[in-house]
């Protein structure tokens, strides 16, 4: 399984980039679905997930401005992120919880990353 992430980039404060990661391979079903982040010097965190069941889970610094979502026929989760700040800037870092078969564990897989930049 590889996810695939894109759509980051440089944005000045207050705007809006959208990523995406697409998850390809051997899958049957895909669990939860998350973007991460890290920042130089600091630790990754979670910025938001959601479970094949549609709840989605905000960190605190981010609800109200970012969104995520999920297309399952196409294995694709959403990040959308308005009102951007300088300090969301991070490497943005998909996963996704994948089962390969009906009888098989899920697994975690990683995304390579796709870089954010907001300049105020």
């Known amino acids: 399984v590889q996810l695939q992430a894109s759509g980051g980039g440089l944005v000045q404060a207050g705007g809006s980039l959208r990523l995406s990661c697409v998850a390809s391979g051997n899958i049957f079903t895909i669990n939860d679905m998350a973007w991460y982040r890290q920042a130089p010097g600091k630790q990754r965190e979670l910025v938001a997930n959601i479970p094949a069941g549609g709840n989605t889970n905000y960190a605190d610094s981010v609800k109200g401005r970012f969104t995520i979502s999920r297309d399952n026929a196409k294995n694709t989760v959403f990040l959308q992120m308005n009102s951007l700040k300088p300090e969301d800037t991070a490497v943005y870092i998909c996963?996704?919880?994948?089962?390969?078969?009906?009888?098989?564990?899920?697994?975690?897989?990683w995304g390579q990353g796709t870089l954010v930049t907001v300049s105020s």
């Open positions: 996963n996704a919880f994948v089962q390969a078969s009906v009888r098989a564990n899920s697994y975690d897989y």
